[in-house]
């Protein structure tokens, strides 16, 4: 049972995130733990963040769909947790793959504040609406409930799913810069001496953070602070911009990837260094798919495609999948406008992340399914 519970908590792990561009929605992981009447079993769990975890990916219907989870420093210690929980948890933070406060005051309000995201919560912060007059938006703070197989989500407004909103504007300036901890190690803001390298031989490759991942700080009288230390984060030069893009194929959103600037990136049947698609296409589409079939680059805020195949490449404008409104790029870059697709072959479509509100999976894989079961969904390289 232990044996199976790690495995459990492996697979969660991988669906933790608190990377800007890729986290979808964020919670209090202290809140979530106890929400008892999930399984009528111990006073905290931390299988119930699982069961939170697929309720959301439920709801987007994707696969994958990342979280970003805070948690105060006490969880940690919390006794109403396996010890094996509490040291699991130790390690995300260590990691960085999670966030760490000393007290949660209204850091998840924050974060969903400064990122635009949704958060997932039985709180309806009825004393934060002067703050964050956005509580009251559709979507915006959605609670996990019982519901079918474990967890449900119901929007506080609007009954919709959850959707996200726009960053704020001190948002929007907070993450157009890095930012450095003076302590080491920090695993959200590196080091003054080199912290962030501390961990590095004890990560995953693919947990590898991408340039400019860095999570947000949090506003201390109005300057830009540590969310773990509390110490004063220093300026550390302009982060690079970067947009997430879906690949999207019969319908369904297959992968989500970040484009950074000035860092191009290929996507292809199975490029050499970039996005591989092989796996998810028919023998038609893979024999018509180049190994590297097109480049996305991201300059000056300017999205842009180049063909690099051998049979070229559709651009749809405005997403219309009238065939009239096709255009055919070969060895040609094309700027992106924000809701053109970019079409490698009928039904292959890439476009910016957030021109698909749903990921048209019926019944994502769930992440208390155990780990023999999911290591099956791995398809060889080919
Ligand atoms: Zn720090």
């Not at 180049?306 to 055919?328: A, K, Q, Y």
């Amino acid at each position: 049972m232990r044996f199976e519970t790690s495995k459990v908590l492996d697979a969660i792990e991988r669906r933790l995130c608190v990377d800007p561009a890729m986290a979808r929605a964020v919670l209090d992981l202290s809140e979530v733990v106890r929400y008892q009447d999930l399984d009528q079993g111990r006073p905290a769990s931390m299988l119930r963040l699982g069961m939170v975890v697929d309720a959301l990916g439920r709801q987007l219907a994707e696969e994958d769909v990342p979280v970003y989870v805070v948690l105060p420093r006490a969880l940690l210690s919390d006794a109403d947790l396996t010890s094996n929980e509490r040291m699991v948890a130790r390690r995300w933070a260590d990691d960085g793959v999670v966030e760490v406060v000393p007290q949660m005051n209204d850091r998840v309000l924050e974060v969903a504040d400064i990122l635009g995201l949704p958060v997932l919560s039985r709180d309806r912060f009825e004393g934060f609406r002067g703050s964050y007059p956005w509580i009251g938006d559709p979507g915006r703070v959605v609670a996990p409930v019982v519901g079918h197989g474990g967890a449900a989500l119901v929007a506080r407004v609007g009954g919709g799913q959850a959707s996200p909103g726009a960053p704020s504007q001190a948002g929007v300036r907070l993450m157009s810069r890095m930012w450095r901890c003076p302590e080491s190690p920090c695993a959200s803001f590196g080091g003054a001496d080199g912290g962030d390298s501390f961990f590095a031989d004890l990560r995953q490759p693919e947990q590898e953070s991408r340039p400019g991942a860095q999570p947000p700080p949090t506003l201390r009288n109005g300057a830009p602070t540590c969310p773990r230390h509390g110490a004063r984060l220093s300026d550390a030069g302009p982060r690079p911009a970067a947009e997430a893009l879906a690949i999207r194929v019969g319908g369904v959103v297959r992968q989500r990837f970040v484009v950074v600037e000035n860092e191009p990136l290929e996507v292809g049947r199975a490029p050499d260094n970039g996005i591989m698609l092989g796996q998810w296409l028919s023998d038609e589409a893979r024999k018509w798919i180049s190994r590297a079939h097109v480049r996305f680059d991201l300059r000056g805020g300017e999205l842009s495609v180049t063909d690099v195949s051998t049979n070229g490449t559709g651009i749809r404008p405005g997403g219309s999948m009238d065939e009239d409104d096709r255009l055919i790029i070969k060895r040609k870059t094309r700027a992106l406008d924000p809701t053109d697709l970019v079409e490698l072959y009928p039904g292959v479509h890439v476009g910016r992340a957030r021109n698909w509100s749903s990921g048209g999976v019926s019944d994502p894989v769930s992440v208390l399914t155990d780990a023999p079961t999911m290591s099956l969904r791995v398809v060889p390289r080919s």
